[in-house]
DNA sequence: TATTGTTATACTCTATAACTATA
DNA sequence: TATAGTTATAGAGTATAACAATA
């Protein structure tokens, strides 16, 4: 394999990882695009990125806008869904009545630990693909990965 | 770092990997997040996968559904967007008169190439972050993990 | 004045159902 | 009858601008 990079570069490492990331993130659109209306389990993804920072106490709307990367009136539009489904509570903060408190309830915490779970299985799965060793080697290089995308 | 593991898991090999790829699917919807309302190309991610496969050549609306994954109504909607901006032609099939035949214009081709040469700088970015030796390792296990999702 | 949240409005993407034209 | 495409309709998710209440 090496050797036939040793004269010439036709097909890099650098042009194969080009490569490999093209059919990663196109394998993973499409697994989204499976998941994203998925509401078999009652739970769109936006609602999902919304409901998960409730998983570790009550926050505010303007909070939970930010941690799902959306803007207040979204947050509110997707509050009131999952109020309608019973999954979370909303109500003024007493210290601060501009502001409202928005909880999990216990129906909403069984929906999310349902969800999570499901999402680590598949994790999970995918994980088991590769050999312990290749474990290692992969969750360093993706979470080294991870951090550039972020930066981009 | 392994004798760690040998008497306990607490964090196998299997847990990290599972984490981490939590990690980079979070970083890699933000990033996503980030460029799907990207008007600033003037392409959207939706109408971008309806342009792309006509790089190849042209398609029906029928193959352009199948192929960027959307139903055919979504797809004729997508193609009126992409006609008002002087993109793609649509016009009628000679050999079936039921089926329209849509092709890439000059325009068109140009607003794509200059949207794939963008895609290609940010893996490269992406690519850039790793050596020569784990670009090659990544590559190989990248391909791997995209077949198991596309099989999920 | 600045901040928090909601309402009003609008646009994109998405789908299913109904319809037209052609095979 | 079956297929290709479009139109009609509906709903989720998204944003910005305007508004109300509170700090």
New interface residues.
């Given amino acids: 394999m090496a050797e036939r990079r040793s004269t010439q570069a036709p097909h ?3 042009a ?18 499976r998941a994203a209306g998925d509401m078999a389990g009652g739970l769109s993804l936006a609602q999902y990125h919304v409901l998960e920072p409730l998983g570790k106490g009550p926050r505010t709307n303007r909070e939970l806008a930010e941690l799902a ?1 959306i803007s207040a009136p979204t947050a509110t539009r997707i509050v009131d869904g999952l109020l309608d489904r019973g999954w979370v509570s909303r109500v003024a903060d007493p210290t601060d009545r501009r502001a409202v408190v928005i909880s999990l309830t216990e129906t909403g915490r069984g929906a999310l630990t349902k969800k999570q779970r499901e ?2 299985a ?9 050999d ?19 930066e ?1």
């Fill in positions: 890099s490492a650098r194969e990882l080009t490569d490999a990331l093209y059919d990663f993130f196109q394998a993973a659109r499409r697994a989204r695009g990367g999402y680590v598949r994790r999970r799965q995918i994980a088991d693909a590769l312990p060793h290749e474990q290692e080697v992969a969750a360093g290089l993706l979470r080294r990965l991870a951090a550039v995308i972020e981009l």
